[in-house]
Nanobody, 121 residues
Framework: VPLQAYGGGEVQAGGSLTLSCAAS?????????MGWYRQAPGKQRELVGI???????DYANSVKGRFTLSRNNYLRTVFLQMNSLKPEDTAVYYC???????????????WGQGTQVTVSS
């Protein structure tokens, strides 16, 4: 299932960016969780936040109060609004979806191609 991510770029500290990611397959039965991970240079990939199909969201402690997830289930799109950005938010951001192709399948994890976010001080 292709996941196409949009947004990203470079911003000064304190600024804002919005990322979006759309799942684009006609064979999707349902998308359970959607969200974002990030990987900074020399570090492991880490969770940023996950939003379920009923729109409940969980966030990493490092972004709580600054980042907000939302999703449009009809458009199969997840959004990440990032405010009060810090240099330590600099990373490649990867969108994530847990997709079921049939009603009774357990589903599989899919990843977007990654989009660079750079926050300068």
């Amino acid at each position: 299932v292709p996941l196409q991510a949009y947004g990203g770029g470079e911003v000064q500290a304190g600024g804002s960016l919005t990322l979006s990611c759309a799942a684009s397959s006609e064979y999707i039965f349902a998308i359970d969780d959607m969200g974002w991970y990030r990987q900074a240079p020399g570090k492991q990939r880490e969770l940023v936040g996950i939003i379920s199909s009923d729109l409940s969201a969980d966030y990493a402690n490092s972004v709580k109060g600054r980042f907000t997830l939302s999703r449009n289930n009809y458009l199969r799109t997840v959004f990440l609004q990032m405010n009060s950005l810090k240099p330590e938010d600099t990373a490649v951001y990867y969108c994530y979806s847990h997709v079921r192709l049939t009603e009774h399948s357990h589903g599989d994890d899919y990843w977007g191609q990654g989009t660079q976010v750079t926050v300068s001080s």
